[in-house]
């Protein structure tokens, strides 16, 4: 049988504790049976523990070597053999021979029964040649002892079988018991492990899970400021395409009043070539006057009613004269005017047109950004989204975790309980 398993050493380890301490125990009984028979104590001591000495020894040494099983059967029958001498060969004492070997069957060894076999075989030979009163009652012949032979051999062949049956069952329970161990121990080994993995999954969990919650309300907060600011870059641009259309009416408008300013200056240089030839004519007048009154002075008293008429109209075109400075230095000074005006207006229509590309431009980045926005929105939107379905994911890990750290701390339950199996077990198969 190999005895290599821990469970198999122990049993070893009591077997021959049991077979030694049960020599022992012949020692009182033997030195009785001497007394009673009036034989010599001091002998049956002394052979006692020179047969008890070499299972001492080897069990001081290593109380599971598989030598102390040899060393209790040949002990064992010499014990049976002192039993037999001190009582003076009586034929009953025989049956402590079948009785040791029927108990040595417990090792679940061969080697035991066989050496205890050889060995009363030979004591029974060696006996019968030299001290047969130690051994028979009664003048036995050589048959008798092969007889006595013959039934060892019957018995110990039977204890053989049994002997090797009950070793594999003791390496067969040896090994359903290390492996029950050994699976217990890896059982609470990992469950320990899973456990605080669990445990550090479930704090992680639910941390990120706070986490989560704190980035969905800020993602929400965001989505809402994005929603307000669509909303404000849509008025913006109603308000910038507003605005453009009323630059574009005020550069229509502006462009109209410089065509009628055009047109006025065309008038006012018409009035001043009017205003030019009437200045012509009153100089003209005024020439013709003057001659008048020349030639009603040379016509005396006959042409004074002529003179004091050519007087009235030279007045009246030196009036005219100066009414048509006048309104000449008017005239040139409102073409004047009007010039400086066009080319303010000009500036301003520039300025205009130029402000009014620069809204149809401000126009189309409120456009980008309104559309920006929009397209903003939704992606926070959809961030939104996929962070509650991560906060629900992260939830359900987190619970999941949890269970798995309850199943753990139960499968660790089931490791104990199965370790208190096997040393129910080895308890009660002897290990």
């Given at each position: 049988m190999n005895t290599s398993g821990a469970y198999q050493l122990a049993y070893t380890r009591k077997a021959n504790i049991f077979g030694f301490l049960f020599l022992a125990a012949h020692l009182p009984l033997l030195c009785g049976v001497a007394s009673f028979n009036n034989g010599s104590l001091v002998t049956v001591a002394s052979v006692m523990l020179i047969l008890l000495a070499g299972p001492a020894m080897i069990l001081l040494q290593d109380k599971s070597s598989p030598l102390g099983s040899i060393a209790i059967a040949v002990a064992a029958m010499g014990t049976s053999a002192l039993a037999i001498y001190v009582a003076n060969g009586m034929i009953e004492a025989h049956f402590e021979i079948f009785v040791l070997i029927a108990l040595l069957a417990v090792y679940g060894r061969i080697a035991p029964?066989?050496?205890a076999g050889a060995t009363i075989a030979l004591h029974h030979v060696l006996f019968w040649l030299w001290l047969p009163a130690g051994i028979f009652n009664y003048k036995a012949s050589f048959q008798v002892v092969l007889v006595h032979a013959f039934f060892v051999v019957l018995e110990v062949v039977p204890c053989c079988w049994i002997a090797l049956q009950?070793?594999?069952?003791?390496?067969s329970q040896s090994i359903v018991l290390e492996?029950?161990?050994?699976?217990a121990d890896h059982i609470s080994s990992a469950a320990a492990e899973i456990s605080s993995s669990s445990l550090s999954l479930a704090k992680g969990a639910s941390q990120q899970a706070a986490s989560i919650e704190e980035t969905?309300?800020?993602?929400?907060?965001?989505?809402s400021k994005a929603q307000k600011n669509t909303e404000h870059s849509k008025d913006a641009a109603d308000l910038v395409s507003e605005s453009d259309a009323n630059f574009v009416r005020t550069d229509a408008s502006l462009s109209q009043m410089i065509k009628a300013m055009d047109a006025i200056n065309e008038s006012s240089e018409k009035i001043s070539k009017i205003v030019k030839v009437i200045d012509q004519i009153?100089?003209?007048t005024n020439i013709l006057a003057l001659n008048a009154s020349v030639e009603a002075a040379r016509a005396g008293e006959a042409g004074m009613g002529f003179a004091v008429v050519a007087d009235e109209v030279r007045s009246l075109a030196q009036r005219s004269a100066a009414a048509a400075k006048d309104t000449a230095e008017l005239i040139t000074d409102s073409?004047?005017?009007s010039k400086a005006g066009m080319l303010i207006v000009d500036e301003v229509a520039i300025a205009i047109r130029s402000t009014t590309k620069d809204v149809a431009k401000i126009k189309e980045l409120v456009i980008e950004i309104n559309s920006g926005s929009r397209d903003q929105s939704a992606g926070i939107s959809q961030i939104s989204q996929s962070i509650q379905r991560m906060e629900a994911v992260t939830q359900a890990a987190a619970a999941a975790s949890e269970q798995a750290a309850a199943a753990t701390e139960e499968l660790t339950h089931e490791s104990e309980f199965i370790r208190e199996i096997v040393q129910r077990l080895t308890v009660l198969s002897g290990g």
């Open positions: 029964l066989l050496t009950l070793g594999r069952a003791i390496e492996s029950l161990k050994n699976s969905s309300a800020s993602t929400a907060e965001i989505s009153a100089f003209q073409i004047t005017k």
